[in-house]
């Protein structure tokens, strides 16, 4: 299990017994018994993610896949099933992402669950012994009192199979033990205190627990219990079971005529003569809020019966948590799977040495799906398709500064322009096209080097007279972009023909419209020959005009970069060490010209 599927288990989980305790609060007048499965309820989900239960339509019915839903209904239900995962979800909030699963935080949080689990399960196991031991001593009882009563009691309880009785001396309070051979334990010291209506109250209240399957219920909370051993809200579940549980057998003890006071009377006694049993599973008399207990059997409130609007509270949320997860499935099975990337190929590609000497190179998208990439370097490739600098490039050997290239590749369809940067599945072409034709291999590793930091230049932080906040929408603007450009229109731009949400890169001058500083880092790094990394603590979008003396500019008098960054930015670029992400070149080869 992955720390976000633990994550999203856990907090769908917590939220679905959240809504039982609710559900209990709202039925506190009810039967014990209701309140009972309900919380049982919340404990069971524990075991069951939703995402197991999410699978069942595509599974079960294939038909269910080809249901029409709209993709407005899908992703609505997507997002808001897993808000842990997602990018605006809970991580995105705190401003940390999930830790990976290897890393190292996350392995040792895995060695202490699982410690904490082999120590729960050690604990249980020595009571189950304890228990197991006790039983094993004493002895089957055939007649007598109580087998008398017991045969008696399983007429009017209508239970077919006999319930076996032993007997010992053991201090142990009574109960059921098991949950498919049941065996009934009787301490003989109880036999000398009670008379036969205590005797038959506390029998009766056994094979209320026999009748209502607690030893298996209770069984499965204790798995719960030692899996999910570090959640608080388990341990309160556990506490209400076992109080509900023993109300609902009080109030069935009653329910049958018994008298309370003397039931009262008849729990206390034996709490006097008796231990109460280690385990849940043992399912005995004398625990659970016994004080609470006492006070409602003889406050002789009979629990009320449910009212139409209960019931259909109740059934609704029961609806509403089975259907919930079933359409999650049936809308996760119309959301098409992601694309192996891996896998992705141009449907025609060429590359070409190019020996012009020209020292412009071009590089973009093209109706019909086309990348025309002339005279370009295969370094500058790398940059764009790995988003690294050219100082992040290590290990590779100089011809791919030097030599240059023409490379033209189709894909199988369109891929509109306009986006912040290019499709995914481009991308991976790309590289799945250098892999293959310049045999390139790479990987990333951290390495300490020199970088520049990009920092608040003035003590209020106030941003310079061309650096200017704006609050605008990108995903929004680039999606009206594209389709302007569908229609054959142009993208709306500004007095500089700037469209919003867009960057202008050129030496000596950066233009941008909607921008992040992220993005602003991004550009400079291309100009100062070493990464610049984005420390300003300054969120959200700006506009900006930068320019700047290039070196290579006829009869520059301008200021430098770094000048141009102070003044008109209310930025300043300092020289630091830093760990910075860098792509070793592990292979690369000439290509073959085709």
Known sequence: MT???????????????????LLAIATRQNRAALRHWLWFAASA??????????????????????????????????????????????????????????????????????????????????????????????????????????????????????VQLVSSDAALEPGVFGWRRVVLFWPRRLSERLNEPQIEAILAHELCHLRRRDNLLASVHMIVEVIFWFHPLIWLIGARLSRERERACDEDVIGRGGDPYQYAQTILKTCEICLEAPLTIYSGVTGADL????????????????????????????????????????????????????????????????????????????????????????????????????????????????ERFDIEAKADREYPPGADAPAPELLA????????????????????????ALVTARVDRSPGPQLRRVDVDCAAENARVVA??????????????????????????????GATLQQLARSLSQFLGRTVVERTGLDGSFDLDLEWSHEQAANATGPSIFTAVQEQLGLKLESQRASVDVLVIDRVERPTPD
């Open 3 to 21: 720390f976000q599927m633990l994550s999203d288990h856990l907090w769908q989980s917590t939220l679905f017994a959240a809504a039982c305790a």
């Open 45 to 162: 989900k524990f075991l069951i993610p939703f995402s197991a239960v999410a699978i069942v339509p595509a599974q079960l019915f294939p038909a269910a896949r080809d249901m029409a839903l709209t993709p407005r209904l899908v992703n609505g239900v997507m997002s808001i099933s897993q808000p842990f995962t997602q990018a605006n979800g809970f991580w995105a909030a705190v401003d940390a992402p999930p830790p990976a699963s290897d890393s190292p935080v996350v392995v040792m949080l895995y060695l202490v669950w699982l410690a904490g689990i082999a120590i729960g399960a050690t604990v249980w196991a020595v009571r189950r012994r304890f228990l197991v031991r006790v039983l094993r001593t004493a002895v089957p009882m055939f007649d007598g009192r109580e087998f008398s009563i017991l045969r008696s009691l399983e007429q009017v309880h209508s239970i077919k199979a006999h």
């Open 291 to 402: 004080r609470g207990r006492i006070e409602s059997i003889l406050a002789e409130v009979a629990a009320r019966r449910m009212t139409p609007a209960q019931r259909a509270m109740i059934a609704s949320c029961g609806a509403i948590a089975i259907a919930w997860p079933l359409f999650l499935g049936l809308a996760s099975a119309q959301t098409p799977a992601p694309p192996d990337l891996s896998r992705l190929e141009f449907e025609v590609a060429s590359v070409k040495p190019n020996k012009t000497g020209d020292p412009n190179s071009r590089l973009g998208l093209q109706p019909g799906g086309r990348i025309v990439a002339t005279n370009v370097a295969l370094r500058l490739l790398i940059r764009n398709l790995y988003n690294v600098q050219a100082d992040q490039i290590v290990g590779a050997p100089d011809w791919i500064e030097t």
């Open 429 to 452: 072409m790309m590289r799945n096209l250098l892999a293959e034709r310049f045999q390139l291999v790479v990987h990333h590793e951290p390495r300490e080097m020199q970088v520049y």
């Open 484 to 513: 302007a450009r569908r229609g054959g229109i142009p993208p709306p731009a500004d007095a500089s023909n700037m469209p919003r949400c867009s960057m202008r890169t050129r030496p000596g001058n950066v233009i941008a419209r």
